[in-house]
T-cell receptor
Framework: DIVMTQSPLSLSVTPGEPASISCRSS???????????LDWYLQKPGQSPQLLIY???NRASGVPDRFSGSGSGTDFTLKISRVEAEDVGVYYC???????????FGPGTKVDIK | QVQLVESGGGVVQPGRSLRLSCAAS????????MHWVRQAPGKGLEWVAF????????YYADSVKGRFTISRDNSKNTLYLEMNSLRAEDTAVYYC???????????????WGQGTLGTVSS
């Protein structure tokens, strides 16, 4: 089974400062078509998760451009260029297996504001 | 707008059953693959099950295989999760989720429901 790890597991950030979350997979997520099937979600307090980044580096519709995703293979990073108060919550990376189809989530990184 | 509304959660004793429903609206339900994802209280997200557009393919997490059944009724725009032989560790908020395929491969979840809480307790 693929194991997803995230670091750090918690992060306290000053508004306006950058933040970075790492996600590592136990096996490569790079597919033969050149795509990485790794997504990032934010679950704000009391809400359902919401998509931020899909396939490694594609920002979802409506997501502010202060969020960016990068990486390939087994190592991925979510960056927030300037954290805002509304960015608090738990950030999850998720890998998508194709055969058989399934999702595996990382343990989550809790972000709060200093 | 896209809406996914789960229902059917509640409190049930260990070993009993529960059936969850997810009513979809605002999109062509039969054109999307669907998933159930759960979240135990205070814990992270865990994928549970997947169903193909027409219900012809279904896959389950090892933790629920043989006990849970995912199904859909495209005429009613509704997704289901039949949960049998429930255990305390199945206690969670259950989310239905719509997945997007890119180049024929599942790529991401773009919409989540608000979730329904199923509690297994004696």
């Amino acid at each position: 089974d693929i194991v997803m790890t995230q670091s750090p597991l918690s992060l306290s950030v000053t508004p306006g400062e950058p933040a970075s979350i790492s996600c590592r997979s136990s096996q490569s997520l790079l597919q033969s078509n050149g795509d990485n099937y790794l997504d990032w979600y934010l679950q704000k307090p009391g809400q359902s998760p919401q998509l931020l980044i899909y396939m490694g580096s594609n920002r979802a519709s409506g997501v502010p451009d202060r969020f960016s995703g990068s990486g390939s293979g087994t190592d991925f990073t979510l960056k927030i260029s300037r954290v805002e108060a509304e960015d608090v919550g738990v950030y999850y990376c998720m890998q998508v297996l194709q055969t058989p189809p399934s999702f595996t989530f990382g343990p989550g990184t809790k972000v709060d504001i200093k | 707008q896209v809406q996914l509304v789960e229902s059917g959660g509640g409190v049930v004793q260990p070993g009993r059953s529960l059936r969850l429903s997810c009513a979809a609206s605002g999109f062509t339900f039969r054109s999307y693959v669907m998933h159930w994802v759960r979240q135990a209280p205070g814990k992270g997200l865990e994928w549970v099950a997947f169903i193909w557009y027409d219900g012809s393919d279904k896959y389950y997490a090892d933790s629920v295989k043989g006990r849970f059944t995912i199904s859909r009724d495209n005429s009613k725009n509704t997704l289901y999760l039949e949960m049998n032989s429930l255990r305390a560790e199945d206690t969670a908020v259950y989310y239905c989720a719509r997945a997007i395929l890119v180049a024929g491969r599942q790529a991401y979840i773009d919409y989540w429901g608000q979730g329904t809480l199923g509690t297994v307790s004696s």
